[in-house]
């Protein structure tokens, strides 16, 4: 069975680890990073190598489509909450954030998730650091262009245009190929 998109007659690429160091030297009309997932990068230099493997794989005429946002601190009534679920086993599933750090400066918020597992006499529980580095939209343009992109629109979590010196915490980037 083909996926919907090939037999509509258009082409899907994967390109793993784009980052210049797996041999991959294809281009490709469209780049989408799948969610916000950029907030992943640890830092800048991290972000400017991502934005750098981009503009390699995008074709002269091709667009890159990229999510951000501004994640929110956790509320301080909901650190060391614990929400639970009942799994189809039977099995109790917990999960609760613990502290969490956050540092404007650095634009970094770090939580520590707790995801718990209990099922008759056995329990396992497990504590996770989910790291989120964020960027403006501002500070954004700035990197695309450092990687050698152009930003032709922003729009924020609605839908709507809007520029890069706003307050938006919700926003997609569409770049091309700096001329």
């Keep these: 069975m083909r996926p919907k998109g090939s037999r509509r007659g258009s082409r899907r690429h994967t390109l793993p680890a784009a980052d210049g160091r797996n041999g ?3 281009q490709v009309p469209i780049i989408f990073l799948a969610g916000p997932t950029f907030t992943l990068l640890p830092n800048d230099e991290a972000a400017l190598l991502a934005l750098k493997g981009i ?27 614990t929400r639970e679920a009942i ?6 599933l917990r999960f609760s954030v613990l502290p969490e750090n956050r540092d404007e400066e650095s634009r970094i918020q770090q939580s520590i998730f707790r995801y718990e597992q209990h099922r008759n006499d056995d329990s396992v529980a497990e504590d996770r650091t989910w790291v989120l580095h964020w960027y403006t939209p501002l500070g954004s343009q700035e990197l695309a262009e450092a990687a050698g992109l152009a930003v032709t629109s922003v729009h924020d979590g609605t839908g709507r245009s809007t520029t890069t010196d706003t307050g938006a915490t919700d926003f997609t980037f569409t770049l091309q190929i700096a001329r």
């Design 24 to 26: 991959i030297t294809a």
């Design 55 to 81: 503009r390699r794989h995008l074709a002269e005429d091709g667009a890159a489509l990229v999510p951000l946002f501004i994640p929110s601190p956790t509320p301080a009534d909901q650190l060391g909450k």
């Design 87 to 92: 799994a189809e086993d039977g099995a109790v």
